[in-house]
């Protein structure tokens, strides 16, 4: 029944060599691995005004030069990541690039920062998705939480379906979204230019509005960063596009780029013409929507659309986020079972982990996109800080064809991305991003130690296949029985047809029972010792272990077999009728390093 | 740990042949078995008054007369349990006398009605207890429901250390509370007889207050029979007594039929001459203690004792319920577990499942003592009825030494006895009765479907000594492997210990691995047969089962073992780090008929 449902849900069972028919076109990688930086268009504008509007609405002009400059660093990163695309075709993450070029501790504080990012980036994602419903729905303001969890668990099921499927389900919303945005920013700026009641004159303020400190500035600055999480994602899955893949991912990484700058500084312009302030139960999307189309369908198309892709941003991580486990498993940092595709081809442990990891974000922080934000570009700046610094250092050492420019680019990159992380961590560090701070060593810490662990075992279980043969030796056989029946028949007929010592073992609560034990045991005369015991405290477990420990100290490096006659009833209810002392003799001898222990089946007929 | 934890709480383990030094004095009998009884009192008067003041005060003087008759109800029951006591020292409770006379089939409603009964004595005293703690420190209220829980778990727990410990624990509440209630029906009756203007008239209506209908009055009538539950307490533990066993408990008996009669005639004489109406908040007992003492020193021992004898009255079911359980399981009713005494000496399984009952009615009920009592009197009144109709059919195939008025005894106890669950089954049916009803022909059903099971498992596990040996047969050896290491060496060196064909089994995933291991193992040579398999799927299990299966077809008849490695960790949390394909095999395995599953240790030294 168990694997009925699983090929509902999951789809039937590719072979491994259906592996390389799962590479993507531009048409379909673009959609698949940049909704999660077009999405945070959704709520790049709205950190950002935020933190203005704590000062007044005298401080939202100054929105519009951090815009600007967040697009400068956006053109930056999209250029220092296409480097990375060209020089790492495997799939080069800040993971790879920082322990390729720094060494593996580097390698590891970018692998806990870009895991945690990747969960985030769920956390966050379905969280503003569950906003932009509720922005339009106000009845479903109040389970917020409720839908982005349930959005979590829609988006696993897709991707345990496996890429190629949820590749073509995700493609539509994303390019239905940016169809959306493209033309409510040129019918609200159309609309600006043409009615004279909302033309605005934007006058730059000389000076800063009273209470608009620097620090508040470059809060703002760090805040609407939140924009630029994810572009990152394509140089991460290079080895997922179609042949060249280089080639195609440098240029889906263009393409991003454009549209992302374009469509943040529509709207971030827009939102300033308007006079737009943040509210609690509305998005500042849904406000610039509301107020050039009024509730008309175009609005709904919008915000269906932001749902949407915002729900299917998620997608993002959950093809990263099992990809660079499945790599860190394969360089032992982390448990091997991330290392293993499933039925799909694709990596579902991964799948699964990254899921409940946004499910718990998600319950803690109540669905509430600007509490998570903190925890959130924290790790994506720090992993872009490591990255690039890996490139610097590539460029330094390998000096190939007109290398400098190209070291100068990154190194750039480095110390931009180093300069936001430095601000986010110092004007965000009492809302949440210490937890990251803290967290992150501690992974680091682990995946330490899951190494220290594998290469330990590794060393252990080498064989020297010339010189260490199998070593057979005698071995004792121990039974346990609780009485004299075709149970029992059956477990010794088993137990002569092995080449050992048999030896039977009963306990008995009372001395009369043991006799008559004792004497059927005579009668029946199957050719094996009886020992019996007296358990004055009607335990069963303290004179067994007792026993065997005394077949241990005498069996002299002999094996040991214990043979647990177990009853298999026809219905699961029976199973409580029956004293479940096999269960409890394995528990028992579970870990005894030089204990066998098998259950011999009985099959009862009723 | 848990085995200290064990030692901590409940006792280090005691012999069986300290099982006979477990035998109760009447001093300790006593509290022990009439604390449910006894604590009765604290909600009997006030389940009258609770029906009677829906009409008015007018109709509360009737609850003298009703008073009047529970008690002779009393002294029936009482003289009539004198006789079970009697004819079964073995301890005879409606169970064991109905299904000795009457047949099994009575004997299963007279069990199923007893096993209700006991579990509700436990719901309803603890929560009265509550009721009593929360009528002295009105804080409390809100939490009667946790507070009954929190009891039920303490008595369990008193009660799973033994019963002579919980017999000394518990004879003193018991003492203390009939010394507080005789103190208070003294005290009130002298103060209402002294002082002039407490004094009342007690004026006999001669005819019946507009809404009080005859209906309404045998309510009331039955809604007090809840102060007899418990009386069979004694007759069903006569074992317990120290010799001479039935003299003692007889002895008993009619002390607390004494006691308890007295005490519910003065409790009820001060509610009606106090004016006392049932409040939402107060117990009936707290406020005639309260108007008697005030809310001194007195009062406050009055309420004390009471929570204390009614948490404890919870304890003649912790005695009552697993003792019955224990006496079904030997006669095959119910599930094996239940007869086998635990290290105290004391039927535990019996203890623990009693009191998650218990707590299951508390939380469904919330603690409210009205609500569960239509529940509690059907099933005491029913047992009731079938004891004492088992006695009469007793007396009249028996026909010993002056049988005809111990007959006629008996059968004027069935009759009435039979006519209060009638009265009950009626005027509550909608109030709750009707879940009692529908449960017992449930129980019946589970009661015979577990001997018939049993039944035809010993028909089927019978062995006939003389002609049935134990058959040896070759057998076939199948050794999953997952690669050539130490632990496969270990498996090898297990394999060929025992006498038998030996094949190992390679599932790989892709060619290049499978040509690997077949050269390594060509190479490591251990002389036994290496069948490699490629799964397109990546999967294990499915290649395996299909391995053995065929394996099964070519045995004939030949015992196949599976011997599967397994690792044991030095940490647990290192059993994440691999891939616990042991237990997938194992789970697998589980329950074919003719595979045998052996687990092979491998203990890491790291």
Redesign the interface.
């Given at each position: 029944m168990f694997s009925t449902l699983k090929r509902l849900l999951i789809g039937k069972?590719?072979?491994?060599?259906q592996l390389k028919e799962e590479k993507l076109p531009i048409w379909k990688a673009l959609p698949i691995l940049s909704s999660d930086a077009l999405s945070s268009l959704s709520y790049g504008t709205e950190q950002i005004l935020l933190v203005l509007s704590m000062v007044g609405a005298a401080s939202l002009w100054y929105s519009l030069p951090i815009t600007a400059a967040i697009i400068g660093l956006l053109t930056l990163l999209i250029f220092s990541y296409r480097q990375i695309i060209f020089q790492y075709p495997g799939g080069g993450g800040a993971y790879i690039v920082s322990s390729d070029n720094l060494g593996w501790f580097t390698g590891l504080i970018a692998g806990a920062s870009l895991l945690i990012d990747y969960t985030l980036t769920v956390a966050v994602s379905v969280s503003a998705g569950a906003a932009a419903i509720s922005s339009a729905i106000p009845a479903f303001h109040k389970h917020v939480t409720l839908i982005a969890v349930f959005f979590v668990i829609i988006v696993m099921a897709l991707n345990l379906r496996g890429m190629r499927e949820s590749g073509t389900i995700f493609a539509f919303p994303t390019y239905l979204f940016i169809i959306g945005i493209v033309g409510l920013v040129i019918t609200g700026l159309f609309s600006v230019a043409t009615h004279v009641t909302d033309r605005q004159i934007v006058q730059i303020p000389t000076y800063l509005p009273t209470g608009l400190t620097w620090f508040l500035l470059l809060r703002a600055f760090s805040s609407g960063c939140s924009a630029l999480t994810g572009v990152e994602a394509i140089s991460n899955a290079t080895p997922s596009f179609q042949q060249p893949e280089t080639k195609k991912a440098s240029r889906t990484l263009l393409i991003l780029g454009l549209l992302l700058g374009c469509m943040f500084a529509g709207t971030s312009l827009l939102a300033y013409l308007y006079h737009i302030v943040p509210r609690d139960t509305e998005t500042v999307l849904s406000q610039i929507s509301a107020h050039t189309f009024g509730r008309t369908f175009p609005y709904f198309y919008i915000q269906g659309t932001t749902a949407l892709i915002l729900i299917l941003a998620a997608n993002t991580s959950f093809s990263g986020f099992p990809l660079l486990a499945s790599i860190m498993a394969r360089d032992k940092f982390m448990?091997?079972?991330f290392a293993?595709?499933?039925?799909r081809l694709n990596f579902s442990n991964g799948i699964i982990l990254v899921a409940i990891a946004a499910i718990v974000l998600i319950l803690i922080f109540k669905g509430n996109v600007e509490r998570l934000i903190p925890l959130y570009a924290i790790g994506v700046f720090l992993s872009f800080t490591l990255a690039q610094s890996g490139m610097v250092r590539r460029w330094w050492v390998h000096r190939e064809h007109s290398w400098l420019p190209k070291l100068a680019l990154n190194a750039l990159g480095a110390a931009v991305s180093f300069s936001v992380l430095l601000i986010f961590a110092i004007t965000k560090f009492s809302e949440g991003a210490w937890i990251v701070v803290l967290v992150i060593p501690c992974f680091i810490f682990l995946f330490y130690k899951?190494r220290r662990?594998?290469e330990?075992?590794a060393n252990?279980?080498?064989?020297d296949?010339?010189n260490?043969?199998?070593?057979?030796?005698?071995?004792v056989i121990v039974l346990p029985i609780g009485g004299?029946?075709?149970?029992?028949?059956n477990t010794?007929?088993?137990a002569?047809?092995?080449?050992?010592d048999i030896v039977a073992f009963y306990v008995g609560?009372?001395k009369e029972t043991i006799k008559k034990v004792e004497t059927?045991w005579e009668?029946?005369n199957?050719d094996i010792r009886l020992v019996t015991t007296l358990s004055?405290?009607?335990?069963i477990s303290q004179p067994l272990t007792r026993f065997i420990h005394l077949v241990e100290t005498h069996a002299k490096g002999r094996?040991i077999?214990v043979l647990i006659p177990e009853f298999?009833t026809r219905k699961w209810w029976?199973r409580?009728?029956?004293?479940q002392t096999a269960i409890l003799i394995r528990f028992l001898l579970r870990?005894?390093?030089?204990?066998?222990?098998?259950?011999?089946?009985y099959?009862?007929?009723?």
């Open positions: 069972p590719l072979r491994t060599e448990p091997r079972m293993v595709r499933g039925d899951i662990h594998y330990s075992i252990e279980l080498r064989i296949c010339n260490e043969r199998p070593e057979p030796k005698d071995h004299i029946n075709q149970v029992v028949k010794v007929s088993y002569q047809s092995l080449d050992g609560f009372d059927k009668m029946w199957p004055r405290y009607r335990s094996h077999t298999i029976h409580f009728l029956h004293n870990g005894r390093k030089n204990i066998v222990v098998a259950t011999v089946p099959l009862l007929r009723k």
